[in-house]
T-cell receptor
Framework: SAVISQKPSRDICQRGTSLTIQCQVD?????MFWYRQQPGQSLTLIAT?????????ESGFVIDKFPISRPNLTFSTLTVSNMSPEDSSIYLC??????????FGSGTRLTVV | QQQVKQSPQSLIVQKGGISIINCAYE??????FPWYQQFPGKGPALLIA?????SEKKEGRFTISFNKSAKQFSLHIMDSQPGDSATYFC????????????FGQGTRLTINP
């Protein structure tokens, strides 16, 4: 299965600033998924990123707050914009490789102060 | 329709005992049911998965039981060990191609030595 490298692993940010999270996969994948895991909670899908097209956002998530780039088949970034303490979460990227086998990165633990 | 309901929220089992975590779903289009194990500071890792055409799948000490008519599936951990202490998530997805996972709420499992 695919191996995912996610950076940074953690960060502490000031409110009002933005953080860009990188996700690198060791193989070419069609879709990349970005999830949020709030403290002690389950995973919630933010958006699905397809190379060469705009990301598809889930209900409750908007592009202005969580812009996503997908420049090629092995890389994606998620930006958390204009952060507030409520954005403190673990952000995870995921890919499906091979079919029906979803692999997750180790996550980015974000604390907004 | 898209929800997966997981119980219990937390579970304490003695070493050597059987840990049982249950999930229920409504969407009959779901055709893939994985279980993920997550340790603190790590991303979820695929533990075992089942498709609805079988009623049981076993991998080592881990077994998934699937009841299609009841729309329920469960994870059994036999001979539970302290190293099994983690958070477990059931999930479901449907269709072909890259499809998002819908996660249960998670179960924090503690195995007492």
């Amino acid at each position: 299965s695919a191996v995912i490298s996610q950076k940074p692993s953690r960060d502490i940010c000031q409110r009002g600033t933005s953080l860009t999270i990188q996700c690198q996969v060791d193989s070419q994948v069609t879709m990349m998924f970005w999830y949020r895991q709030q403290p002690g909670q389950s995973l919630t899908l933010i958006a699905t990123a397809n190379q060469g097209s705009e990301a598809t956002y889930e209900s409750g998530f908007v592009i202005d707050k969580f812009p996503i780039s997908r420049p090629n088949l092995t890389f994606s970034t998620l930006t958390v914009s204009n952060m507030s303490p409520e954005d403190s979460s673990i952000y995870l990227c995921s890919v499906e490789d091979p079919p029906k086998r979803y692999t997750f990165g180790s996550g980015t633990r974000l604390t907004v102060v | 329709q898209q929800q997966v309901k997981q119980s219990p929220q937390s579970l304490i089992v003695q070493k050597g005992g059987i840990s049982i975590i249950n999930c229920a779903y409504e969407n009959t289009a779901f055709d893939y049911f994985p279980w993920y194990q997550q340790f603190p500071g790590k991303g979820p890792a695929l533990l075992i998965a089942i498709r609805p055409d079988v009623s049981e799948k076993k991998e080592g000490r881990f077994t998934i039981s699937f009841n299609k008519s009841a729309k329920q599936f469960s994870l059994h951990i036999m001979d539970s060990q302290p190293g099994d202490s983690a958070t477990y998530f059931c999930a479901a997805s449907s269709g072909q191609g890259a499809q998002k996972l819908v996660f249960g709420q998670g179960t924090r499992l503690t195995i007492n030595p």
